[in-house]
């Protein structure tokens, strides 16, 4: 996750084949308004020496973002920027009775979420993600600025890979290479984070799709009247690890300084951005309709999800060539 706001929000199997050249590069989807893609160009030999076990362990996560308040000072709102080491990051402790606790529920939940990683500005950053539906079984939903950063003169991501049903550092489905990135222009020149959201397309691995290894993927639902929600993330600030598949659930509210993003009180720290909202959890299943983007400095212990209305509807399907 990145930086919450203050009184306004702040923002198993072996890795890839090393393959001398990157896997055939599918068509570029349809050009869009409203919508920014970038094709990731390092092969899956680079993508395999650079992620190293250690490099891995060593990412920073990408916290929350913080978002301000209108007219806080505006030091209490800085632009997203690579975030600092856990131990520099003040006030991200949970409060008591800390309702993140972790994923024991099985089911399809437990292998199609995983942590994303990714390189901006030549820091290493650690997400979350989720596998959702699509034709061609490859596509992962994340935040926005997990992908690229917000804003003039932000730029996209590099390096990124995605370990569907991480746990304590193994990758049980194996290490997936992304392909092709997209992003709102609201967020990526913006900065908006009512349009905090991103997809990934992953080239295919050992001639299957990432859909097909891991055994399914998360419905995606657009513009769903407000309901309990179930999030989920790998934290990774303390308490927590970043290894272990965390969750919460309760009622979201409406952001109290406007804007679509609904909040939820969960204590979850960086890392969790990008990490999905669950409608109707049940099995171990239920249907994407939000992801982790932003709190606020004065109330780090609330985290908001970007609501998946038309804009993210658009991104969706530019995502899958429709």
């Not at 856990?86 to 939940?109: E, F, I, S, W």
């Not at 996209?156 to 049903?165: H, K, R, Y």
């Not at 097909?212 to 600030?237: E, H, M, S």
């Amino acid at each position: 996750m990145e930086p919450p706001p203050s009184a306004a929000p702040t923002p198993g199997p072996a890795p890839a084949p090393a393959t001398a050249k990157a896997a055939a590069v599918e068509a570029a989807p349809p050009a869009q308004a409203g919508v920014a893609s970038h094709h990731q160009w390092q092969t899956d030999v680079e993508l395999t020496r650079y992620w190293t076990p250690e490099r891995l362990a060593g990412a920073l996560d990408a916290d929350v973002l913080r978002r301000t308040a209108p007219g806080a000072p505006s030091a209490a709102a800085p632009a997203p920027e690579p975030p600092l080491p856990a131990p520099a990051a003040p006030g991200r402790t949970p409060l008591a009775g800390n309702p993140v606790q972790p994923y024991d529920g099985g089911g399809l939940a437990s292998r199609v979420n995983g942590a994303l990683f990714s390189t901006i500005k030549g820091v290493d950053l650690a997400c979350s993600g989720a596998v959702v539906d699509s034709p061609n079984g490859n596509l992962v939903v994340t935040a926005g600025h997990c992908l690229r950063n917000g804003g003039a003169g932000g730029s996209f991501a590099s390096n990124i890979v995605f370990i569907p049903g991480y746990a304590n550092g193994a990758a049980p489905y194996g290490i997936w290479h992304a392909q092709w990135l997209t992003v709102t222009t609201g967020w990526g020149n913006r900065e908006d984070f009512d349009e905090d959201a991103g997809f990934a397309t992953f080239r295919p691995l050992g001639g299957r799709t990432l859909r097909d290894t891991v055994g399914g993927a998360f419905p995606i639902g657009f513009d769903l009247a407000p309901q309990p929600q179930t999030v989920f993330g790998y934290p990774k600030l303390p308490p927590f690890n970043g290894t272990t598949l965390m969750t919460c659930a309760g009622t979201p509210t409406a952001d109290p300084l406007g804007g679509s993003s609904l909040g939820l009180p969960c204590a979850m720290t960086a890392g969790a951005s990008g990490g999905v909202w669950l409608a109707g959890l049940q099995g171990g299943t239920g249907v994407v309709d939000s992801v982790v983007s932003y709190s606020y400095m004065v109330d780090p212990n609330v985290i908001y999800g970007t609501r998946f209305g038309p804009k993210i509807r658009a991104l969706y399907q530019h995502a899958i060539g429709t």
